[in-house]
């Protein structure tokens, strides 16, 4: 398992933004509030009593949260001999010059000049959301290791991270002050 580094992201542009606007506004993407605390689902694989056909349903918790097994994942768990699969950190470095692209938008920059800010950082916040989404679309823009033979047989899926979808669905955004 690798060890992690440490992880530079050049975001002057925004910070720029953020003294220029006279805001101490940040957008915040992750795993919040009551979708943190949710018991996640295990999910189950249930056979048609009709056709024989396998499909999946949400089973008993797993007793982990939300927020515990997004930690697990993102950080990877050697007791449990699981690989860092990051769903956040790797994909917003990865593609923070979107955001920052984003900025520079006709409508994005009529807001900043209406001094509409929560709104801006409300878009940076969901920019930031359809960034994991597609991380999530793309097992880690191909950088997430694959699944193991018997977790994919297990599964019946070669997804990493994708069972239940529910970790996949409690990602929002917030805008908080700094």
Do not use: C
């Amino acid at each position: 398992m690798r060890k992690e580094k440490g992880v530079y992201i050049d975001l002057s542009k925004l910070a720029n933004l953020r003294k220029k606007l006279g805001t101490e506004l940040v957008a915040k993407v992750g795993i919040m509030g009551s979708d943190a605390t949710a018991l996640h689902k295990e999910s189950v694989t249930k056979y048609n009593t009709e056709t024989g056909k396998p499909y999946k349903t949400a089973g008993s918790s797993t007793y982990l949260t939300n927020a515990e097994l997004g930690v697990i994942h993102e950080f990877g768990s050697a007791s449990r001999n699981i690989p860092i699969r990051s769903f956040l950190r790797m994909p917003l470095m990865e593609k923070s010059k979107e955001i920052v692209k984003m900025l520079g938008n006709k409508d994005v920059m009529d807001l900043i000049k209406k001094g509409e800010v929560v709104q801006v950082f409300r878009l940076i916040g969901l920019k930031g959301e359809q960034i994991v989404d597609r991380a999530f679309q793309t097992q880690g823009f191909g950088h997430w290791p694959a699944l193991k033979p018997q977790t994919v047989d297990a599964k019946g899926s070669s997804s990493p991270l994708i069972d239940t979808g529910q970790l996949r669905r409690s990602i929002t955004s917030t805008v908080d002050k700094a």
